[in-house]
């Protein structure tokens, strides 16, 4: 994807960031993603969220890019076939998310572009539901799609991640690699408590974190209140203990979890069943070391279809398939016939589920990220060759970069 952030760089320098371009800099901005897309990228992606910062504290450029610039932009995608991909904004108060999907409603009737959006349940954010408006638009012959994690995303905490209590800088000035020997000091500990005690925001903290279990499976679908606030209250300790504790009966592999979105199972249910919604949104591309979403494959065929029951196995694979190929107009796959490209995973769905997300250091400069593994796969095959049996990669690698020009 073409990203607005340097495109308005490329255009506009630093003005980008605080200020929206003119009318000669839009045509060069969407000249610049039109020309993306002919060049092969698969489209282009921008942010509406003023979550989403730069290092200094400012919403990144096209935060607040206006309408007609929005649908400049998606003229030029469109005339390349591309696909325009946003984050709208759904925590704002009054008509943000409204405002946001008109002016995604005018881009898709821009050269008849396709659009996907971060579509994320709303009890948590809006009320009433705003996606009654995705319906009008797609009524209207709008080409607009939804995606979403089919569980709750959020940060994983464990003794490797950053994502640590507050006041906590003296765990996290130290080696990763050597956290679990510093915990297992009682004086360092006692430090740790003191300061998360003194620090106004770690019951805050503890009030949003859940434990994840001691199995090899991750529990994401605990009660709302099931918090480790709930579990110190409890053992009668401060959360800051508990979250010691844990973690050394643990041998230090204790994880929790920090979600927040998706978090009513109830509304993501009734999300992942509308016909324009496709599963996916992880966000461990863009936080390796703080957020492991990648398993959501696992999570829903196992919750969803194998245990809920309330979502067909025939629904869910076509979601990940075929409708997932139709968003982004991958026209040569998706369904298993004669002629077309298939990958395929043969699974024992009785077996099927995520593991519990663990620390690696396989990037460079023995940097770290969040990987989280899978059971019930029995082969994956691409292009003709096994790449994956029982669970474990063969070491084969058969696929392509895709691009749009192909």
């Not at 990203?3 to 003005?15: L, N, P």
């Not at 209250?233 to 009966?249: D, K, Q, V, Y």
């Not at 999570?299 to 997932?324: D, G, K, N, P």
């Amino acid at each position: 994807m073409a990203g607005h952030g340097a495109t308005r760089f490329y255009v506009m320098g630093h003005r980008g960031i605080d200020e929206n371009p003119n009318a000669s800099e839009i045509a060069e901005i969407a000249a610049l993603a039109g020309a993306s897309v002919r060049q092969g990228a698969v489209g282009f992606s921008t942010n509406r969220m003023p979550g989403h910062r730069l290092p200094d504290g400012r919403p990144i450029p096209g935060t607040f890019a206006e309408a007609n610039e929005v649908e400049a932009i998606c003229r030029e995608v469109g005339a390349g076939n591309g696909l325009f991909q946003c984050v709208p904004h759904y925590t704002g108060e009054g008509d943000w998310i409204e405002n946001d999907f008109k002016i995604l409603g005018q881009g898709a009737k821009s050269n008849d572009t396709r659009i996907l959006f971060s579509a994320v349940e709303t009890n948590t954010f809006q009320k009433p539901d705003p996606h009654h408006l995705i319906e009008r638009l797609r009524s209207e012959g709008c080409r607009i799609y939804g995606v979403t994690v089919p569980r709750c995303g959020g940060f994983v905490s464990n003794l490797k991640t950053p994502i640590l209590f507050p006041g906590w800088k003296a765990l996290h000035d130290i080696n990763e690699n050597e956290r679990l020997k510093a915990i297992q000091d009682e004086e360092f500990r006692k430090q740790l408590i003191v300061a998360a005690k003194e620090h106004p925001e770690s019951m805050h903290f503890a009030k949003r974190c859940y434990w994840m279990g001691d199995g090899e499976r991750p529990i994401y679908t605990k009660e709302k209140d099931d918090t480790l606030a709930a579990l110190a209250s409890l053992a009668g300790e401060h959360p800051a203990e508990t979250w010691l504790r844990i973690t050394l009966e643990s041998d230090g592999a204790a994880n929790f979890h920090q979600p927040f979105f998706n978090r009513d199972f109830e509304a993501v249910g009734k999300l992942m069943k509308r016909d324009w919604v496709v599963p996916g949104l992880g966000d461990a591309g863009a936080h390796v070391s703080m957020i492991m979403d990648s398993g959501w494959p696992s999570f829903y065929l196992s919750h969803w279809v194998r245990e809920t029951e309330q979502i067909t196995l025939e629904h869910a694979i076509h979601s990940m398939t075929q409708r997932a190929a139709e968003v982004l107009d991958l026209n040569d796959r998706g369904v298993l016939n004669v002629g077309k490209r298939a990958d395929v995973n043969i699974i024992d769905l009785g077996s099927l589920a995520e593991r519990q997300p663990e620390v690696v250091t396989d990037f460079p400069h023995e940097k770290s990220r969040l990987i989280q593994r899978g059971s019930g796969y029995k082969n994956t095959i691409v292009n003709g060759q096994i790449i994956l049996e029982n669970d474990e990669l063969t070491g084969n690698r058969n696929g392509r970069i895709l691009r749009s020009t192909d």
